[in-house]
């Protein structure tokens, strides 16, 4: 056996090293978050996966389950900017990214920025916007930059949209569109608690003195340097693939031999693939680790795809659910 390492073992083992090194704040950050947050592990999982890969996140869940606590616990964990939009029927552009607002002594125009420029944003009840302002966040979320009059203004970095929706109160909502929908890199599921964490949070919140609190952990120079080492976390080519072969059995499942055939009417966008890689490869550096390995990929693709997959009339007369769909492909694609 030769005891001699090649070099790109060398600098897995060097690059792990330093992942370990970067991602101990992370683990930090979780403390403190469930210092507030009882269970809803998964949650807090995701958005430290969302800030690893910049990616914006929709958070799904009936009320009460603390997905705005989570995401303001998040923002207090890390020293940087937060603002959080209540987002509402008679929302306008200007109250988002901002206006022109006129000065009668100087006789010009000057520029009012508005939330949008922070580095956290909670966009609470985003289905309640109509559409031109989701037009005016749609921009924000691509391109990371508004247009205020003739004149295009960069967002801070880092820029991330966290937004919340309610899954069964539709009264006063505006559907998202699928092209908005699709520059979420990923869609968050909140479940109830179970009954043992349901006791834990009568036990710590049941009082008229809440005084848990977050304390910053964090900086955005951590998260900078986290995220150029995701970008060095090492992925076989057969990873690689086993991720194409995912993403492209929801168009073609025919040809991949997964049955859902008639169960979708479009398939997942090449989005998909990039979140997919980038979510696994950020489950591998909270891990502590410096590559991947098939279980990443697995564990975050109904969080990557579930938004992506446009179910059919069929698929709801059978009630199958788009997480079905994603079971569905994990069980029969082959794992390298």
Request: aromatic share 6%; net charge negative; charged share 25%.
């Amino acid at each position: 056996m030769n005891q001699i390492m090649s070099t790109s073992q060398r600098d897995i083992v060097e690059l792990e090293r330093q992942v370990e090194a970067a991602s101990r704040p992370f683990r930090h950050l979780v403390d403190q978050i469930q210092r507030v947050i009882v269970g809803q592990d998964s949650l807090i999982e995701g958005l430290l996966c969302s800030l690893l890969m910049n990616g914006h996140v929709l958070i799904e869940g009936v009320p009460g389950l603390a997905k705005t606590m989570a995401v303001s616990s998040l923002a207090k964990g890390i020293n940087t900017g937060f603002r959080r939009l209540q987002f509402t029927p008679d929302l306008l552009p200007a109250d988002l990214i901002g206006t022109m607002i006129y000065r009668p002594n100087t006789g010009e125009f000057v520029v009012k920025h508005g939330p949008i420029f922070s580095n956290i944003i909670l966009a609470d009840e985003i289905n309640r916007a109509p559409a031109k302002v989701q037009s005016a966040l749609l921009e924000a979320m691509q391109e990371r930059q508004v247009t205020i009059g003739e004149t295009t203004y960069p967002l801070p970095d880092p820029f991330l949209v966290l937004a919340t929706q309610n899954p069964i109160e539709q009264e006063g909502t505006y559907p998202l569109p699928e092209a908005q929908v699709d520059r979420f890199a990923m869609k968050l599921v909140v479940t109830y608690p179970s009954p043992k964490e349901e006791r834990l949070i009568l036990d710590r919140m049941a009082n008229t003195q809440n005084n848990l609190t977050v304390d910053p952990v964090m900086n955005p120079g951590d998260i900078k340097t986290a995220r150029l080492l995701v970008d060095q976390i090492f992925m076989d080519d057969r990873m690689k693939d086993y991720i194409v072969d995912l993403v492209i059995s929801t168009r073609d499942p025919k040809k991949h031999k997964v049955p859902i055939e008639g169960l979708l009417t479009y398939g997942c966008s090449p989005r998909a693939t990039i979140a997919l890689t980038l979510a696994a490869k950020a489950k591998a550096f909270l891990d502590g680790r410096g590559y991947t390995v098939p279980q990443d990929v697995k564990d975050v693709a109904p969080n990557v795809l579930r938004h992506r997959l446009g179910l059919s009339y069929e698929a709801e007369a059978v009630e199958k659910t788009s997480d079905d769909i994603v079971r569905t492909l994990l069980d029969h694609v082959p794992v390298p």
